[in-house]
């Protein structure tokens, strides 16, 4: 089965650009989107198909996807972006999720 | 706007069976399919599955196949998930999400914590 790897925890500066990284076997053939979740609530799209914006999300947020990683990219974190961020793909007619990342804005 | 409002939360003893509820309002729901997908306390997100709302065709996640069902009654725009044989791991937080197939989810809904314990 198709498998994606997140990094458990990545750290920003506040102000600073943070990058979250998501591995797959030849992802860049696949779609990806991104999800924000804060805790006690539900997940959030944050980018669809590799880097594109739904209607909401800040002009901070950007994604790419490339050979084997796929990227999350937040422009002048703020204290507010502190979450776990889930990359997902469909394989096979199924939805794979990456294990998680917690992104602190210090 | 969309919406997706789930049932409350359940316990349930090992070896029973939950059902789920998830109302969906603010668009056609024949248009778009429902995913499931649970999380555990402290874990992350896990897919259950997915069905059309246009079909009833439906994907379970391998791990769970034999186990769960999910329908929908598109006379009242609801999408339902059944869990029979529940054991201690199953608990966790029940999401139902729009989405269809090869595309992205958009829309959640709140959740519904499910507690398995004797």
């Known amino acids: 089965s198709y498998e994606l790897t997140q990094p458990l925890s990545v750290s920003v500066a506040l102000g600073q650009t943070a990058r979250i990284t998501c591995g797959g076997n030849n992802i860049g053939s696949k779609n990806v989107h991104w999800y924000q979740q804060k805790p006690g609530q539900a997940p959030v799209l944050v980018i669809y198909?590799?880097?594109n914006r739904p209607s909401g999300i800040p002009e901070r947020f950007s994604g790419s996807n490339s050979g084997n990683t796929a990227t999350l990219t937040i422009r002048r974190a703020q204290a507010g972006d502190e979450a776990d961020y889930y990359c997902?793909?469909?394989?096979?007619?199924?939805?794979?999720f990456g294990g998680g990342t917690k992104l602190t804005v210090l | 706007q969309v919406q997706l409002v789930q049932s409350g939360a359940e316990v349930k003893k090992p070896g029973a069976s939950v059902k789920v509820s998830c109302k969906a309002s603010g668009y056609t729901f024949t248009s778009y399919g429902i995913s499931w997908v649970r999380q555990a306390p402290g874990q992350g997100l896990e897919w259950m599955g997915w069905?059309?709302?246009?079909?009833?065709?439906?994907n379970y996640a391998q791990k769970l196949q034999g186990r769960v069902t999910m329908t929908t009654d598109t006379s009242t725009s609801t999408a339902y998930m059944e869990l029979r044989s529940l054991r201690s791991d199953d608990t966790a937080v029940y999401y139902c999400?729009?989405?269809?197939?090869?595309?992205?989810?958009?829309?959640w809904g709140q959740g519904t914590l499910v507690t398995v314990s004797s």
């Open positions: 997902q793909v469909w394989d096979s007619s199924s939805v794979v």
């Open positions: 999400a729009r989405g269809s197939i090869a595309a992205a989810i958009d829309y």
């Open positions: 198909r590799d880097s």
């Open positions: 069905i059309s709302a246009y079909n009833g065709n439906t």
